[in-house]
């Protein structure tokens, strides 16, 4: 599959080559993305559906996890507002930051700081936007697991696309960039 300007996207596989009944739909598989449609069929997720609570279970390949602390975790957003968004989590399964404990608060912080050193490093951005939406109504997409978003900026990366067709285009394939990333990741 190509994009309009004639970025290779990824392999899409056309039904016809399947050894059952064909349609007209053309798959992109992404398996990965289990956790969270599991997760987003359920009302309140618990700790044994929670996606932050799953992804630690997976491989890091599976999971886009990039690093693997004492008390938190780095992984890639399946919804990426841009390459390279990462997410720091707690592994215990706490939905607000003030119910975080002094180590995994610390740990936060400091996987913090090495992601914006890495992305600075592998993806040569210019700024970055760090925040924790606390609650559904203030637009937290998984409210029941802390979760903190680290998006790398660059100059013009907004473009027409979420405003007519409420598409973003994401350049780079998840999983090329979770390799990236972990790979740049400094050994404790
Ligand atoms: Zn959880």
């Avoid at 599991?38 to 929670?50: I, R």
């Avoid at 409420?166 to 390799?179: D, H, S």
Wanted: hydrophobic letters at 40%; aromatic letters at 10%; a negative charge.
């Amino acid at each position: 599959m190509r994009d309009y300007d004639g970025t290779e996207l990824g392999d899409v596989e056309d039904a016809a080559s399947f050894a059952a009944v064909p349609d007209a739909f053309q798959r992109l598989w992404t398996p990965y993305r289990i956790a969270y449609i599991k997760a987003n069929s359920e009302q309140e997720p618990t700790g044994d559906d929670c996606p932050f609570c799953t992804a630690p279970t997976l491989s890091d390949e599976q999971a886009l996890i990039v690093h693997r602390g004492t008390h938190a975790y780095v992984l890639l957003n399946l919804f990426p507002y841009n390459s390279g968004h990462v997410l720091v989590c707690p592994y215990r399964h706490v939905a607000t930051y003030d119910e975080a404990t002094d180590e995994e608060v610390a740990e936060i912080g400091r996987l913090t700081q090495v992601a914006m050193r890495v992305l600075t490093e592998t993806a040569q951005c210019h700024g970055f936007n760090i925040g924790m939406n606390q609650g559904r109504i203030a637009g937290a997409g998984v409210a029941e697991h802390l979760h903190q978003h680290i998006v790398p900026r660059w100059a013009l990366d907004s473009n027409f696309f979420p405003i007519v067709a409420g598409t973003k285009a994401v350049p780079r394939l998840l999983g090329e960039v979770r390799e990236e990333i972990a790979n740049a990741w400094p050994a404790a």
